[in-house]
């Protein structure tokens, strides 16, 4: 039997090091080095594996044999110690590393470009392959890992089967016309017929794009097994070149069958106070860098969403209160119009002060899938709204009647055959079903506190920009 060894070696995480609850003799780490100060003989080198806000401070005396190689790094440079976790005589750490030896795994050039000091997110935007080694950038990163081991764990403690729906689509689940086109047809010369572009002659044999939802088949599968979710990207060609959109994001989309839109607040609600608890939980010292150097009192907001009781109104009564309110809005309130941020923020933040669902929307501002109440002018759609951000989740009760969605598709101009499979679920067991969508990035925004969507993920997609 063939044996494989491990070419990792051993070694303990920096952060491990740092929560050490003693001195520890001969422990190895390794990372990258912040900074490198020398002077008198010894070296002082802030070592960061990327397992902890904080760095490690690796102590080297001149004694060492490569001495002067090591006092000559620069910052960026890959090392691998070995030594003793000693008491600091240092305030501000508990811990250092006494070197015993330092491999120079990798060198740095001196024009790195990650130097000790404050980087505009509009610059680390411009070395996306270099800023997951910024403060920032590391902490956003440590907590979307986090908050995705935390989504999956919501689902699989309630017994949703996790799906994966396709990037590639032919559907388009919004009606918008926003897909990304996918094609292998030649863009300079491409096959016409009766004057158009003949897309029976591409890959899939017909016009295709990038998804902008996995809703549409997430809801065959919870025809199959009750409970389902997704999680995955999806992509929107909007150009809008705001902090909110992006071209390329991540969708959480659970969908229940047997579930009502009261169902769908109920667990919308309780996954939305599930995370953030997690965050609170699990990820307290990224949470304070954030809320010392991002959004003040970010902490306190999240525990105050974690305690607070979410109301419902109607849309009609949203409408209502913002036309009493006597503010002028930037964007003009009236019946049938869509609530804009500044609207949902007021309602949250002024009306009801805390976390709130808006529902039953005008059937004109919302897509042909939901489920058209008995007014004949509203759908049960819900939009769940929290103070400083506005709209975090939306979601409805899907359509089940075949007669009330084909009409509905037709009025938005949607051929009723282009969607047959989708229809199909309506004929052979259809039963009331809803769900939600949440934007990953967005949560995010909101429970790290950064202001703009490109500084959530790791390499952003917006109109004009899709390097690295």
């Not at 004057?195 to 017909?206: A, L, N, T």
Request: charged share 25%.
């Amino acid at each position: 039997m063939t044996r494989f060894r491990s070419h990792r070696g051993e070694r303990l995480p920096v952060k491990s090091l740092l929560q050490s609850e003693a001195a520890r003799d001969d422990v190895q780490t390794r990372g990258w080095a912040r900074t490198v100060r020398s002077g008198r003989g010894v070296t002082f080198i802030a070592l960061n594996d990327g397992s902890s806000l904080d760095s490690l401070q690796v102590v080297v005396d001149s004694s060492l044999p490569n001495y002067d190689a090591v006092s000559r790094l620069g910052t960026g440079a890959c090392i691998s110690v070995s030594g003793d976790l000693v008491e600091s005589p240092a305030s501000g750490q508990k811990w250092e590393l006494q070197a015993r030896q330092v491999e120079i795994v990798g060198l740095s050039d001196p024009d790195y470009p990650l130097q000790k000091k404050r980087h505009s997110f509009e610059y680390l935007r411009t070395i996306a392959h270099l800023r997951p080694r910024s403060n920032s950038f590391g902490a956003v990163s440590r907590m979307r890992s986090a908050v995705s081991f935390a989504v999956h764990r919501f689902f699989h403690e309630r017994g949703f089967l996790y799906v994966h729906t396709p990037i590639i689509t032919a559907s388009d689940c919004e009606g918008a016309g926003e897909l990304f086109r996918v094609t292998t047809l030649d863009a300079e010369n491409p096959p016409r017929s009766d004057g158009k572009v003949d897309f029976s002659r591409d890959f899939f044999g017909e016009e295709t794009g990038l998804t902008v939802s996995g809703q549409l088949e997430g809801e065959m599968f919870a025809t199959a097994f009750s409970d389902i979710y997704t999680f995955g990207p999806t992509f929107r060609a909007e150009n809008s070149n705001t902090s909110r959109h992006a071209a390329e994001f991540w969708m959480i989309e659970p969908e229940m069958a047997f579930c009502d839109l009261d169902g769908d607040c109920a667990l919308a609600e309780e996954f939305l106070r599930y995370l953030v608890q997690s965050v609170l939980e699990n990820c307290a010292d990224d949470l304070d860098f954030f809320d010392q150097r991002i959004e003040k009192g970010l902490i306190d907001k999240l525990q105050q969403l974690v305690k607070a009781e979410f109301a419902a109104m109607s849309y009609s009564d949203a409408v209502a209160a913002l036309e009493k309110s006597g503010r002028s809005f930037e964007f003009p309130v009236s019946w049938g119009a869509d609530l804009q941020s500044e609207h949902e923020r007021y309602l949250t933040e002024e009306v009801v002060g805390g976390p709130v669902f808006v529902t039953d929307y005008p059937a004109g501002i919302k897509a042909f899938y939901m489920r058209r109440n008995d007014d004949e002018k509203t759908v049960a759609a819900m939009d769940l709204l929290v103070p400083r951000v506005g709209e975090i989740i939306g979601g409805s009760q899907r359509e089940e009647r075949l007669d009330v969605l084909d009409a509905r598709m037709r009025e938005v101009n949607i051929a009723p055959e282009s969607l047959w499979w989708y229809r199909d679920i309506r004929r052979w067991g259809s039963c009331p079903h809803a769900g939600f969508g949440l934007g990953f990035e967005r949560f995010l925004m909101y429970v790290t506190g950064m202001e703009n969507i490109r500084d959530v993920i790791p390499f952003p997609r917006t109109p004009g920009h899709a390097a690295f």
